[in-house]
T-cell receptor, first 110, second 115 residues
Framework: RKEVEQDPGPFNVPEGATVAFNCTYSNSASQSFFWYRQDCRKEPKLLMSVYSSGNEDGRFTAQLNRASQYISLLIRDSKLSDSATYLCVGYSSNTGKLIFGQGTTLQVKP | GAGVSQSPRYKVAKRGQDVALRCDPISGHVSLFWYQQALGQGPEFLTYFQNEAQLDKSGLPSDRFFAERPEGSVSTLKIQRTQQEDSAVYLC?????????????FGPGTRLTVT
């Protein structure tokens, strides 16, 4: 079983929709989490850091549930430009490494 | 400002050839990471440098993989006797520090295809 698991999708949504991705993690030593965005054939870029229970940045909200060991990313009012792969990432404090999930692909349609 | 750069961007190697992939981190970034990203997967950790010291190489898949950062800036990932399963995108990332509180900035990657 992978340490960080995501539904690969794809999620196909219309513009303006609200979409949520979930990510589960198995290593309880992971204390910090991140959502990275990766466009096709491009490098990953940090979208949001989650150090406590959650974080919000404009249309994007991340929530962390330590008891259930999952992190979610909510995107409100989806734009065409939100189409990308969203990578859920855990930081393992006992190894000092970033552990990436497989990524969830989002396609926002006009 | 300049981000992380990698070269070459694309590399086609015949099975059994040696390849060398270069990473130029952001100036002043102490930490440098190499990742391997297979098609449809997330990046997987290969190795980590703090300045010139290789602190963790636990992710290197075999002894055919070797990385160095001799002067604490530019890093090279070398793969000897390439195999088809080495085909992937190799990403380099750098950060100001090694903990989770320092953002890792990724380069565009080198796409390696072994034929």
């Amino acid at each position: 079983r992978k340490e960080v698991e995501q539904d690969p999708g794809p999620f196909n949504v219309p513009e303006g929709a609200t979409v949520a991705f979930n990510c589960t993690y198995s290593n309880s030593a992971s204390q910090s989490f991140f959502w990275y965005r990766q466009d096709c054939r491009k490098e990953p870029k940090l979208l949001m850091s989650v150090y406590s229970s959650g974080n919000e940045d404009g249309r994007f909200t991340a929530q962390l549930n330590r008891a259930s060991q999952y992190i979610s990313l909510l995107i409100r009012d989806s734009k065409l430009s939100d189409s990308a792969t969203y990578l859920c990432v855990g930081y393992s404090s006992n190894t000092g490494k970033l552990i990436f999930g497989q990524g969830t692909t989002l396609q926002v349609k006009p | 400002g300049a981000g992380v750069s990698q070269s070459p961007r694309y590399k086609v190697a015949k099975r059994g050839q040696d390849v060398a992939l270069r990473c130029d981190p952001i100036s002043g970034h102490v930490s440098l990471f190499w990742y391997q990203q297979a098609l449809g997967q997330g990046p997987e950790f290969l190795t980590y440098f703090q300045n010139e010291a290789q602190l963790d190489k636990s992710g290197l898949p075999s002894d055919r993989f070797f990385a160095e950062r001799p002067e604490g800036s530019v890093s090279t990932l070398k793969i000897q006797r390439t195999q088809q399963e080495d085909s992937a995108v190799y990403l380099c990332a750098s950060s100001l520090g090694g903990s989770e509180f320092y953002e890792q900035y990724f380069g565009p990657g080198t796409r390696l295809t072994v034929t």
